[in-house]
C-alpha cells in the first residue's frame, strides 16, 4: 500500500521551506526548483508574479514540523517545553585588581 503524499513545507528550507516542500511532493531534487523557479522568475514582467506566488503559498502550504530538526541540547517534555541538559556557563573576563 502506497504512503499518501501531503504537501507540507520542508524542514530542507532556504526561507520558509515552499520550494523544499513542493520538491519532495514531487520527489525532485530541491535544487532544481530553485533553480526553475528563480529563472522563471527573472523574465522581465516575471518577478512580481514570482514573489506573490511564493508568498501565497507560504501561506497556503502548512509547515511540516513533524520533520522539523531540533536543536542540540534540548529535548522536548510531555509538556511541549524542552529542558536542556549538560549546560554550563564559562566566564572569560580578565580579572584586573
Do not use: C, W
Request: hydrophobic content about 40%; proline content about 5%.
Amino acid at each position: 500500500m502506497q504512503r499518501k503524499r501531503k504537501l507540507t513545507r520542508s524542514p530542507n528550507r532556504i526561507i520558509v521551506g515552499v520550494l523544499g516542500g513542493l520538491a519532495d511532493y514531487f520527489g525532485i531534487d530541491a535544487t532544481l526548483v530553485r533553480i526553475l523557479f528563480a529563472g522563471l522568475s527573472i523574465f522581465p514582467g516575471h518577478l512580481i508574479a514570482g514573489v506573490l506566488v511564493y508568498l501565497v503559498l507560504m501561506v497556503v502550504i502548512p509547515d511540516d514540523a513533524t520533520n522539523r530538526p531540533r536543536s542540540s541540547g534540548a529535548k522536548p517534555t510531555e509538556g511541549g517545553r524542552k529542558t536542556l541538559h549538560d549546560v554550563t556557563e564559562e566566564d572569560h573576563r580578565e580579572d584586573n585588581h
